[in-house]
């Protein structure tokens, strides 16, 4: 039942700006995450945000990329400036449904969206 559904994700110039969504449903998550991943290279975590709204960067995004939650819609977000060709990739959202105290959290991948950036 828990769903995660990316959107946003297209081709664009460097320098230029998309954002991503990513609509959860099933459940509501503690910390959600943005990874990506390029076409022979492993999946990198790219930004994270806690339900509180604490957030972590990848040194490689800092400063052009900024991620945010809208709780109430239990949506992800993920608006990405300055966009250079090394950001191609799958970006997929992930949540983690958190157990309780001591307990195993659970996590979810949604399919992921393509980003596209021309030289």
């Known amino acids: 039942q828990v769903q995660l559904v990316e959107s946003g994700g297209g081709l664009v110039q460097a320098g230029g700006s998309l954002r991503l969504s990513c609509a959860a449903s099933?459940?509501?998550?503690?910390?959600m995450a943005w990874y990506r991943q390029a076409p022979g290279k492993q999946r990198e975590l790219v930004a994270t945000?806690?339900?509180?709204?604490?957030?972590n960067y990848a040194d490689s995004v800092k400063g052009r990329f900024t991620i945010d939650r809208d709780n109430a819609k239990n949506t992800l977000y993920l608006q990405m400036n300055s966009l250079k060709p090394e950001d191609t990739a799958v970006y997929y959202c992930?949540?983690?449904?958190?157990?309780?105290?001591?307990?195993?959290?659970?996590?979810?991948w949604g399919q992921g969206t393509q980003v596209t950036v021309s030289s």
């Open positions: 992930n949540a983690e449904q958190f157990n309780g105290p001591f307990r195993v959290s659970t996590y979810y």
């Open positions: 099933g459940s509501t998550f503690s910390t």
């Open positions: 945000i806690s339900s509180r709204g604490s957030t």
